[in-house]
């Protein structure tokens, strides 16, 4: 690596996790109201959450309604448990379902793609004048690092979108990364580098900025030099190994796909065995407002590979127990087809899933009608979700945080849904 590069690198990572440019300067805050609470005693250490962007479609996947004219020509398909079915083209997922909690009445109010997903990631509606916390956000926020050398956050995929660190200073912004399968670039050394140098420079830089960081003794300006120092660390350290894929056997890359969803998940594992504590895993293409049949099938068919492997690969190494699956999406789509036989936008009902954490597997919570139409028991807003993987993680949901005067806490209207934990 060339000192050019070297010192690349470290912008990237200073432009990512504290969002310089992105995501701007954030406020400071103070605690208001009740003090944090006790934390609980947690069923999960690590949580991965497989956002499905776009608006997955409920009756295709995790809700089948056979026998109806809704259900189009998808047929429904057993699963490993009794009573339980899944759409037709997820086969190994349900071969996997004794280990997940269906969440089968899932409703939003945000019907539109940029403001469901900012719902769904953060658990409140977006507001203008405010930016809020991503749940990666809110767990580096809350407790401390396991790992300090790797990042708290990772997002692979995720796009310019997402709400990163909100209002929290931005060193609590997670590590965004496009393909999985690249790891860091230009993090690692190059032969006939001297190290000596790119040391003797970085002091120089650190020298020229200290009269600014004198004059601007500002959370974000200490933030910045902080993760000039931990991203060198990183260079250094052999836990940047943890985003090298190459060190999986090839037999297991193939079974999680060639794709970069399924990739995402193997990467994911890697990150959670190295105690980064949330990993977020985004899959596109679930917008199908036309041409549905043939492009569900095609979606289902990566997200069926890359989320069974990634569910019996944690089982299969002990860290299942230990971590929290999430399989999200900001909204359902529409029972009946429309004229380009596509499904539409639809918030009012719509499928999540739980896995390991303490979980109970095997378990439905919640019920839709015989439409797929409408949420007709149990049914579980946004902020339950958010209360839930709070719940999970044992964070405490008491501390009252006030940007701009006006006062947030986590999942502060949800309710953690504590009958699917065994």
């Known amino acids: 690596m060339n000192d050019l590069s070297r010192r690349r690198f470290l912008n990237r990572m200073a432009n990512a996790c504290l969002g310089v440019g992105a995501l701007g300067l954030t406020p400071s805050l103070s605690a208001i109201g009740a003090e944090p609470g006790v934390r609980r005693r947690p069923t999960a250490k690590n949580v991965i959450m497989l956002y499905m962007a776009g608006g997955m479609s409920h009756l295709d996947t995790f809700d089948p309604k056979p026998g109806t004219a809704e259900q189009g020509a998808l047929q429904a398909i057993p699963t490993s448990v009794d009573g339980m079915s899944f759409g037709q083209h997820l086969p190994l997922l349900a071969a996997q379902a004794h280990r997940l909690t269906l969440l089968r009445s899932m409703t939003s109010t945000q019907g539109a793609h940029e403001q469901g997903e900012y719902f769904m990631r953060t658990g409140f509606v977006q507001r203008g004048g405010i930016r809020h916390p991503s749940l990666g956000a809110w767990i580096s926020h809350s407790s401390p690092r396991i790992n300090p050398t790797l990042p708290a956050s990772v997002v692979l995929g995720g796009g310019g979108q997402h709400p990163g660190a909100g209002f929290f200073t931005a060193a609590h912004a997670p590590l965004p990364l496009g393909d999985p399968a690249a790891g860091l670039p230009a993090a690692r050394p190059a032969p006939g580098i001297d190290d000596e140098r790119f040391r003797r420079r970085l002091a120089l830089a650190d020298a020229l900025d200290a009269g600014y960081r004198a004059g601007n003794d500002q959370p974000t300006v200490r933030a910045y030099g902080d993760l000039y120092r931990e991203a060198c660390a990183l260079m250094d350290s ?185």
């Not at 890359?253 to 060639?258: F, K, L, P, T, V």
């Not at 980064?276 to 407002?289: L, Q, S």
């Not at 190494?317 to 936008?345: S, W, Y």
């Open 238 to 422: 052999p836990d940047l190994a943890a985003f090298d894929l190459t060190k999986e056997p090839e037999a297991l890359r193939d079974r999680y796909g060639e794709d970069r969803f399924g990739q995402g998940c193997l990467l994911a594992r890697r990150l959670v065995e190295n105690d980064v504590r949330c990993v977020e895993v985004v899959m596109g293409g679930w917008d199908t407002h036309d041409d549905h049949a043939e492009r569900i099938a095609d979606q289902c068919a990566i997200l069926d590979q890359g989320a069974s492997a990634l569910i019996a690969d944690l089982a299969g190494r002990g860290l299942l127990d230990e971590t929290l699956v999430i399989l999200a999406t900001e909204f359902g789509r529409t029972p009946t087809f429309n004229e380009r036989d596509g499904r539409d936008h639809y918030p009012k009902a719509f499928s999540c899933w739980l896995a390991g954490g303490g979980v109970r597997g095997g378990h439905v919570h919640g019920a839709t009608d015989a439409r797929g139409a409408t949420a007709t028991s149990a049914p579980v807003q946004v902020q339950d979700l958010h209360a839930t993987a709070a719940h999970a993680l044992g964070l405490a949901r008491d501390e009252v945080l006030s940007p701009a005067g006006r006062p947030f806490r986590m999942a502060d209207k949800g309710t953690a849904l504590t009958s699917v934990f065994a």
